[in-house]
């Protein structure tokens, strides 16, 4: 009896080393078969420093009346003095734009001798008209958008927003960076497989990051998922990442 148990228990191990054996050579196969699916994958990038070759720059005055005719005949002078300030500053008309005159009644709060409220009652107009100067003449702009003293002397209350820069061949450079980093990736590519005793085979797929045109010299926190568009510095730096996935033999 003790013979036939130790033959049965030597045949059970047999058949579980046998089991242990196939599920680890199945493992071994599925590995060669996946392991390599993924293939090599690299991500290269390219950046160019640039500078600006377009200014916007935005402002709007306003006035206050009694009646809407007093106030749209001031809105006119003071709109005749910006642009006179513009065109002595070598501004010419086309680059130049004066907004429609937007016009709101004004209201003020009334309260009894007691000082409870009794209502709203109009006590005016306001009216606002906004203007933008657009050119190539970066210079020339900047220095007039920072000196506006002769129109505040002059009575005109304008409220000068900061310039906006941009530029014109954003499409060119973004098409060269493309290429840029394209080669920098295929270059991490080979690299990674000539290490590795292969060579690279078929791409298998290729992704494009997103571009981040920042303030030059800014950190990297300055980037954001979906991308950023720096409009508030003159001189500016330009970032895009390729993603490329090739097969390895």
């Known amino acids: 009896m003790r013979e036939y148990k130790s033959v049965v228990i030597a045949l059970i191990a047999a058949v579980s080393a046998v089991v242990c054996v196939s599920i680890f050579t199945g493992g071994l196969v599925d590995y060669k078969k996946t392991g390599g699916g993924s293939g090599i994958t690299a991500t290269g990038s390219a950046s160019c420093d640039f500078e600006s070759d377009l200014i916007v720059w935005r402002g709007s005055f306003s006035v206050h009346g009694d009646t809407p005719k007093d106030t749209y005949s001031t809105i006119k002078k003071d709109a005749e003095l910006v642009k006179k300030y513009l065109e002595e500053n070598n501004v010419a008309e086309d680059e130049m734009v004066f907004s429609s005159i937007n016009i709101s009644q004004t209201y003020t709060s009334r309260y009894d001798e007691e000082g409870r409220y009794l209502g709203e009652e109009p006590d005016g107009y306001d009216l606002t008209q906004g203007m933008t100067v657009t050119s190539h003449d970066i210079d020339k702009v900047e220095e007039i958008s920072r000196d506006i003293t002769t129109l505040i002397e002059a009575g005109v209350e ?35 497989a000539a290490g590795t005793g292969g060579t690279p ?9 997103v571009f981040q045109i920042t303030a030059r010299n800014s950190s990297s926190e300055s980037y954001s998922y979906d991308g950023v568009l720096d409009t508030s510095s003159r001189s500016k730096t330009a970032m895009i990442t390729v993603r490329l996935n090739y097969s390895a033999q």
């Open 201 to 209: 085979g078929k791409l298998l797929s290729a992704s494009l990051g």
């Open 158 to 192: 304008l409220e000068s927003e900061q310039p906006e820069y941009y530029y014109t061949k954003l499409d060119e450079m973004k098409l060269d960076l493309i290429e840029k980093a394209t080669a920098n990736a295929k270059s991490r590519i080979d690299i990674m």
